[in-house]
């Protein structure tokens, strides 16, 4: 074992596993009726075409630049290079907010779906958060789950990489399960709406999209890690991104041909009522939901990954307490900064469902800024180091990297006051708040 370093062990497989877990997470079974709701079945399915053609385009800088530049860390190293130490701090913080508010939300969904196959599981009321009563063993089971996942995390990246392949391939096999009764069973007729409150519904839709797709990332934040040749790097994350983007619509598709709108609005989970529906017998609602069980522990394994690795490269450049660029001198895993992602998820089950919403919005805006930052930091790397070293080079560079930057600005104008889909005050609001002067405190404190 290298003293003092990250280790060359996550496989190509693993490799892909961790960016399209991460993206699938356990929002296709928890949302996808909200989704058709909001703005009907193919309006969903193309809010979710649009938001993963501004990803694509985003993906593309990250493929070229992770190649370049595989180290750990991801947006801090470019933005670091190509703009400066302030700038890529501000970058890192805001992908860290969108990190650290999907392992939050995980512990929180975890306990939402073993209320669904154990009615009753929830007891012991310790308060109320926005009208929701939050229970005692709801709250236990996602702390304790959280303090699960630290361990494995902190135990070493090849047991978390293996941990993440296998249950991958458990939700790969649940949604072709889906797909297959939905074809056979399904119809047509079941789809309408087609489209659903217009502009606003498809753009509310739109507005949670980056959320959805936050994940592709994880490959670049964990570059230093991988085994495998830097332009498959690369090649690896676009692909992730294309098959995502193919399953958010296939799920859409199913659940909304399985259920008419009437058995949509009724169900608490549509994504398993639908596999009920076309499959026939409770026990296919039960497996759906073991996807999402699966689903909610690839991105919570993804994420400590991606969030532990930011951190330790903004402490490793000396913008963060040092002790978040420690590594542990036997598992060689930035141990510390696995147990700040951690402690998040630990107190996450304490404000309850509401908190899942919050989260989700909240964490998007941070992400689509630091989109923005990656994308302007591959255009002035283009012009500044043309001679750098690009195993994965980009076609059509200015085209890609002024589409991704001014998609990605877009993208973050949703959440502004003035758009119908805003982050919503004050909880929202008071999250990004929050986050941002913690970011403010703890870069002071490293610079003095």
């Not at 990190?99 to 109320?128: D, K, M």
């Not at 399904?186 to 739109?206: E, H, S, T």
Request: hydrophobic letters at 60%; charged letters at 10%.
């Amino acid at each position: 074992m290298a003293d003092g370093q990250l280790l060359r062990v996550i496989q190509r497989k693993e490799v892909f596993a961790l960016a399209f877990g991460a993206m699938i997470g356990w929002s296709w079974v928890a949302l996808s009726g909200h989704w058709i709701a909001a703005a009907g079945s193919l309006g969903a399915m193309l809010a979710f075409l649009a938001g993963g053609v501004a990803v694509i385009f985003v993906g593309f800088t990250y493929a070229e630049l992770a190649a370049a530049m595989p180290q750990a860390g991801g947006e801090h190293v470019y933005s670091h290079r190509a703009l400066g130490p302030l700038a890529a701090f501000v970058c890192t913080w805001a992908i860290l907010l969108g990190y650290t508010s999907v392992v939050a939300f995980e512990a929180v969904a975890l306990p939402t779906v073993i209320e669904y196959l154990v009615p009753g599981f929830a007891r012991g009321h310790l308060w109320t958060v926005a009208g929701w009563d939050v229970q005692l063993t709801w709250v236990l089971t996602g702390v304790f789950a959280a303090m699960v996942m630290t361990v494995i995390n902190i135990i070493g990246i090849r047991t978390a990489a293996r941990l993440q392949l296998l249950v991958t391939v458990v939700i790969l096999l649940v949604g072709l399960a889906l797909a297959g009764g939905a074809l056979r069973s399904g119809a047509l007729a079941n789809m309408r709406p087609y489209f659903d409150n217009g502009i606003a519904g498809i753009l509310g839709v739109l507005v949670m999209v980056p959320f959805m797709f936050v994940g592709f990332d994880v490959i670049p934040q964990s570059a230093e890690e991988t085994d495998m040749p830097f332009r498959d790097i690369g090649t690896t994350l676009m692909l992730s991104i294309i098959v995502a983007i193919a399953w958010y619509c296939v799920i859409i598709w199913a659940v909304s041909g399985s259920l008419d709108v009437a058995q949509r609005n009724a169900a608490t989970l549509p994504t398993a009522d639908a596999a009920v529906a076309v499959l026939g017998g409770s026990w296919a609602g039960k497996l759906a939901v073991i996807g999402g069980i699966a689903g909610i522990l690839t991105s919570w394994n993804a994420f400590l990954v991606g969030g532990s690795r930011a951190l330790f490269a903004m402490a490793r450049a000396g913008q963060l307490p040092a002790a978040f660029g420690r590594l542990h001198p036997r598992y060689n895993t930035p141990h510390n900064a696995i147990l700040l992602i951690g402690a998040i998820s630990v107190i996450a089950p304490l404000f309850g469902r509401p908190a899942m919403v919050w989260l989700v919005n909240a964490g998007g805006l941070g992400i689509v800024v630091a989109y923005s930052f990656v994308a302007l930091s591959f255009i002035v790397l283009r012009y500044r180091e043309p001679q750098m070293a690009r195993p994965y080079a980009v076609r059509r560079w200015r085209l890609t990297g002024y589409a991704a930057l001014l998609l990605s600005l877009a993208l973050a104008c949703l959440y502004l006051p003035f758009s119908p889909a805003a982050l919503a005050w004050p909880y929202e609001w008071a999250i990004v708040a929050a986050w941002s002067a913690l970011g403010a405190v703890l870069l002071l404190y490293s610079g003095r």
